[in-house]
Nanobody, 123 residues
């Protein structure tokens, strides 16, 4: 049974940084993609970034490219999202998820999700 547990959220001022972690367990993730999504109140869940477990290829949403970095530690089965130059509009619940579809940005293609972690950026 796949389990994804996010951590690292919190309150930060605009311009600050946070690093989110997603600990994955329950199967071998080789060949799979890990994604980060976010959902603000009253808005749809949106793609943030994705990375392949094998090879470490990445995909980013345009709104975060150059500010966020996704990475993984295969030995720890953990994926990270380093978020720099945070803006108030980055405020959302951040979720990690896994899919067999390479670098997909579509939430419907991700069958497994974590519980989410809140990120709040104050102006």
């Amino acid at each position: 049974q796949v389990q994804l547990v996010e951590s690292g959220g919190g309150l930060v001022q605009a311009g600050g940084s946070l690093t989110l972690s997603c600990a994955a367990s329950g199967r071998t993730f080789s060949g799979y993609t890990m994604g980060w999504f976010r959902q603000a109140p009253g808005k749809e869940r949106e793609f943030v970034a994705a990375i392949t477990w094998t090879g470490g290829s990445t995909n980013y949403a345009g709104s975060v490219k150059g500010r966020f970095t996704i990475s993984r530690d295969n030995a720890k089965n953990t994926v990270y999202l380093q978020m720099n130059s945070l803006k108030p509009e980055d405020t959302a619940v951040y979720y990690c998820a896994t899919t067999a579809v390479r670098l997909s940005g579509t939430p419907q293609r991700y069958p497994h999700w974590g519980q989410g972690t809140q990120v709040t950026v104050s102006s």
